[in-house]
Every structure is written in structure tokens, then in C-alpha cells.
């Protein structure tokens, strides 16, 4: 399978600032994804998701982006929050294989 | 409508030993989906169970096995426990096999540590 990072990249932001977090994701076939959070000392839970046949979506303050072409997702979190802080995931979807999950990006929010 | 449980939240093994963890999905729910997590790498996929049928595997040695039964409820075994097995191993529940086009659901997590 598709092999994820050894390093977890960190992003920092001001409470109240818009947070981007990004995903380059390894299979083109790829045709669902789905962005979780996970906080310390919990499983992973869901954010939003998208398919393949769109390039945007938007849900309560984040927004999913996708562009098939460089294989790069992102999630935009508005006017980020203390509680936003964890550790976010995307994973990706072959039609029905199992999730590929990325290395994780931690965001910590700065009061 | 209660959400994915593992038990046991917490286990400590000594090298050598084996163990059973053991995820019950969310009511409906048919597929069930472990995963080891560690710091260096990650959310692997062990493997996923569909109408207790093992529907798909990761690249994990034979050493790590499971089995779902006909609640859905779902046990995941690892014998002659290595010190690398340390880790949060999780189960996630979804509606359809493989999470197709619809979202996993995660437990809290099954904390190991192998001394």
C-alpha cells in the first residue's frame, strides 16, 4: 500500500486566524476523502469529506479543497478555535479498498 | 445511538504473550476496520472484516490476526507480542465494505504496551 511519513509537520496559528492544512495524497485512482481530527487520548473523528467529482466543499467554518490534477487536498478552518487544536488527517479512498490515511498535520492554536 | 467501543481502553503485555482486543461497530454497521497507530508511522491498516469475512489486509505479519462475528462485533488478536507491537490499535466501523463512499467512525482506541 501506499506508504505514509515518518514526520509529523506542525502548523501554528493565532486564535482567530484562518488555519489551511494540506495533504499531497499517492493514489490517482483515489475517488474519496475524508479529513479527521483526532485529540489527544482519542480515536480519530470526522471533519467533512469530498468525492472525486468535486473540487470543493464546504461545511460548518471548513471548507475541503481538491485538485485531482496534483493529487493535493486541503482544509481550510475559519477563524480557528483553542478546540481546533489536534492532530488533522486525510484519508483517501479507492472505490472500496481500505483508507490510506496521511501522516497527520498538528495544529496548535496560539491564544 | 452508541458509537464504536473498544475494550480494553488500556493493556500492558509482556514479550512473548499474546493478546485480544476486542471492537464492537456501531449498531448496523457491517464493516469493521483495524489500525495500528504509532508516532513513527502512522494510521496503518491492518485489515477489514465484512459479514465476518476478512474483506481486505495490510502488510502486517501473520502474527497479527482477527475475526468478526454475526453481531458484527469484531476481536483482533496479535501473538508472540513484540516490543514494536506498542501501540493505539483502532477499530472503525461503516455502513458499506472498504468505507465505500461513506465515512469510518472510530473508537476511542486500545492502548498497548508490550514491556
Known amino acids: 500500500g501506499e506508504s505514509v511519513g515518518l514526520h509529523l509537520p506542525t502548523l501554528s496559528v493565532q486564535e482567530g486566524d484562518n488555519s489551511i492544512i494540506n495533504c499531497a495524497y499517492s493514489?490517482?485512482?483515489?475517488?474519496?476523502f475524508i479529513w479527521y481530527k483526532q485529540e489527544s487520548g482519542k480515536g480519530p473523528q470526522f471533519i467533512i469529506d469530498?468525492?472525486?467529482?468535486?473540487d470543493k466543499r464546504q461545511g460548518q467554518r471548513v471548507t475541503v479543497l481538491l485538485n485531482k490534477t496534483v493529487k493535493h487536498l486541503s482544509l481550510q478552518i475559519a477563524a480557528t478555535q483553542p478546540g481546533d487544536s489536534a492532530v488533522y488527517f486525510c484519508a483517501e479512498n479507492n472505490y472500496g479498498q481500505n483508507f490510506v490515511f496521511g501522516p497527520g498535520t498538528r495544529l496548535s492554536v496560539l491564544p | 445511538k452508541a458509537g464504536v467501543t473498544q475494550t480494553p481502553r488500556y493493556l500492558i503485555k509482556t514479550r512473548g504473550q499474546q493478546v485480544t482486543l476486542s471492537c464492537s461497530p456501531i449498531s448496523g454497521h457491517r464493516s469493521v476496520s483495524w489500525y495500528q497507530q504509532t508516532p513513527g508511522q502512522g494510521l496503518q491498516f491492518l485489515f477489514e472484516?465484512?459479514?465476518?469475512?476478512?474483506?481486505n489486509k495490510g502488510n502486517f505479519p501473520g502474527r497479527f490476526s482477527g475475526r468478526q462475528f454475526s453481531n458484527s462485533r469484531s476481536e483482533m488478536n496479535v501473538s508472540t507480542l513484540e516490543l514494536g507491537d506498542s501501540a493505539l490499535y483502532l477499530c472503525?466501523?461503516?455502513?458499506?465494505?472498504?468505507?465505500?463512499?461513506?465515512?469510518?467512525?472510530f473508537g476511542q482506541g486500545t492502548r498497548l504496551t508490550v514491556v
Open positions: 472503525a466501523s461503516s455502513l458499506m465494505a472498504g468505507g465505500m463512499n461513506t465515512e469510518a467512525f
Open positions: 469530498i468525492r472525486s467529482n468535486m
Open positions: 472484516y465484512f459479514s465476518e469475512t476478512q474483506r
Open positions: 493514489n490517482s485512482a483515489s475517488d474519496y
